[in-house]
């Protein structure tokens, strides 16, 4: 690459391929000395009192698969430094660089290759960007939250459902009919009652009369004593069921 137009378009933009394929081949170089470094360490440390000699054949141990690896690794970085010199850093043919300007004779400056505009936007679209991120996690909050009253709401709609349900299978109306009915049944018994005790005075005024007409045994005022005990306890039992 050295004296090729390559080199002499990147010279102009202050680029040196060479010194960034350097530059990477060190630190793999650094990494993987390191990585061995801390392995030793770790297996030292794993051996725990070992003896100098054996402390010393892990260190050839270890310094024998590293230069293996090392070896593999530089040919693989080799392949990789030729690939960029001749593929990767290669002026495609027919560029050429700003020539020089007829109004004052000097070359184009560089920053001019950099649109200003064109920054200006590509600030604006991270900005819009960044603004849309922020949107995007509020909107998210806001379903999660209206997907939480969804789950509410539904659960309330089963519980009116099951509401209706039971006044469907419980109708009200029914409910007063028979309440309606009892409460008429229970008039009737009270009517019945209020006659028959009203005939029994009745007739324990007539009994009185007849005494005093010349009978002088002794009379017991009857009172409820002429109700026979199963209209009593028919009675109850229809007060139980109101």
């Keep these: ?6 080199e002499r378009v990147f010279d102009t933009f202050n680029l040196n391929p060479q010194l960034f ?6 630190a793999v170089d650094d990494t993987v000395d390191g990585a061995f470094e801390f392995y030793r360490e770790k297996a030292l440390a794993v051996l725990g009192n070992a003896s100098q000699d054996e402390a010393d054949e892990l260190n050839k141990g270890i310094s024998s698969i590293s230069s293996v690896i ?15 010199l001749h593929s990767c850093f290669v002026v495609p043919e027919g560029f050429s660089l700003p020539k020089a300007d007829k109004s004052d004779g000097t070359l184009m400056d560089v920053d001019v290759l950099f649109d200003a505009d064109l920054d200006v ?12 991120d922020k949107e995007a ?14 789950v509410l709401s539904d659960k309330c709609a089963e519980y009116v459902n099951e509401a209706v349900q039971l006044f ?8 007063f009919q028979e309440m309606q009915k ?13 006659v028959k005790r009203t005939s029994e005075i009745r007739q324990d005024k007539i009994e009185r009369m007849h005494d ?16 026979e005990f199963k209209d009593v306890l028919a009675f109850v039992a229809d007060m139980k069921n109101i």
């Excluded at 394929?21 to 060190?26: A, C, G, K, P, S």
């Excluded at 090392?70 to 960029?84: F, I, S, V």
């Design 1 to 6: 690459m050295e004296g090729s137009e390559s």
């Design 21 to 26: 394929i350097n530059e990477v081949r060190n």
């Design 70 to 84: 090392q070896e593999a690794l530089d040919r693989r970085l080799d392949m990789w430094e030729k690939y960029c």
């Design 121 to 132: 936007q590509l600030d604006s679209l991270r900005e819009k960007l960044f603004l849309a």
């Design 137 to 150: 996690t509020k909107l998210r909050s806001e379903l999660q939250l209206l997907e939480k009253q969804s």
């Design 168 to 175: 469907e299978e419980n109708s009200l109306p029914d409910m």
């Design 182 to 194: 009892t409460a008429a049944e229970l008039r009737e018994k009270i009517e019945n009652l209020r």
């Design 212 to 227: 005093l007409n010349g009978h002088t045994f002794m009379h017991q005022r009857k009172g409820f004593s002429r109700i």
